[in-house]
């Protein structure tokens, strides 16, 4: 499996930006997808997750009610869209991929088996 992030860069305070990821794989229907994030000096961060049926969206708490999640079985590709984006949001974001079910383990990078490349966002005025 092969996950291509796309979609990151500059934005000022307050502004949006929609997040993509690309998936390589025949059976991307069957995969549970998320998003986690990592600043510099800090630890990576679960910011959302969203079953392999696209529903059951979990979000990090400093995110909730700003991103959302979701999945397109269709097109292989799951979204992440931000919105009041703020500083603290600064990070580079990585997409991430797992079977199996879908509990609380959703909220562990451990879980994920599979994690792309990453794409930069920087809030900044």
């Known amino acids: 499996v092969q996950l291509q992030a796309s979609g990151g860069g500059l934005v000022q305070p307050g502004g949006s930006l929609r997040l993509s990821c690309a998936a390589s794989v025949r059976t991307f229907g069957a995969f549970n997808m998320g998003w986690f994030r990592q600043a510099p000096g800090k630890e990576r961060d679960f910011v959302a997750a969203?079953?392999?049926?696209?529903?059951?969206?979990s979000y990090g708490d400093s995110v909730k009610g700003r991103f959302t999640i979701s999945k397109d079985n269709g097109n292989d590709a799951a979204y992440l869209q931000m919105t009041s984006l703020k500083s603290e949001d600064t990070a580079v974001y990585y997409c991430?991929?797992?079977?199996?079910?879908?509990?609380?383990?959703?909220?562990?990078?451990?879980?994920?088996?599979?994690w792309g490349q990453g794409t930069q966002v920087t809030v900044s005025s």
């Open positions: 969203i079953s392999w049926r696209g529903s059951d969206p």
């Open positions: 991430v991929a797992a079977r199996g079910p879908f509990g609380t383990n959703r909220y562990s990078p451990d879980y994920y088996e599979h």
